[in-house]
């Protein structure tokens, strides 16, 4: 696998699966109905239900402004750019004290686990040596490596991010950046 590979477009939007939204979904594995992990941006335009979905844990990043999440009744605030972990077994609602938002969903099945980072990009920062899913959700940024390979990523472009052994990346730019790191099926 070369160091950056973008995700293949184009990204369609799709029903949430209770009708109540939509979503687009950039990357998932396997690549079967059966996936043990699945990466997606959720447009958020009205306050309302999540799908209820048995077995999956879920991690949500709100992108564009504040969500109020209420699992089985408790609301929950969550901050533009915060990491929230929540079952999807619990009925779920969404509040949108801001207005609408966007939210990079990440759900997770048969134990799999992963990190979730979301923050603004403001310059530079290194990426440790691992398996990366990363979102610039808006903005403009470079990815590079050390050998000069480098990509320019702009805003809702997903994108494969997996150094040689014991190589660093650097990304470079600004904008709002969600790292995702998942280690391969």
Not at 21 to 38: F, S
């Amino acid at each position: 696998m070369p160091t950056f590979a973008p995700l293949p477009g184009p990204f369609q939007p799709e029903a949430w699966a209770n009708g109540g939204g939509l979503t687009t979904e950039l990357a998932r594995e396997p690549e079967v109905d059966d996936w043990h992990w699945r990466a997606s941006v959720a447009q958020i335009e009205q306050p309302g239900e999540f799908s209820t979905l048995p077995g999956v844990q879920r991690l949500l990043v709100p992108l564009d402004a504040p969500l109020t999440l209420h699992h089985d009744d408790q609301p929950s605030p969550v901050a533009r750019l915060a990491v929230h972990r929540f079952d999807g077994a619990g009925r779920t609602r969404c509040e949108l004290p801001q207005g609408p938002s966007r939210a990079f969903n990440l759900m997770l099945r048969h134990g799999h686990r992963a990190q979730l980072l979301a923050r603004p990009l403001l310059g530079t920062q290194w990426l440790p040596p691992a398996r990366w899913l990363v979102y610039l959700a808006a903005g403009r940024a470079q990815l590079s490596e050390a050998d000069g390979d480098r990509l320019t990523l702009d805003t809702d472009q997903p994108v494969w991010v997996q150094p040689g052994a014991g190589r660093r990346v650097l990304i470079d730019g600004a904008g709002d950046l969600v790292l995702a790191r998942l280690d391969p099926d």
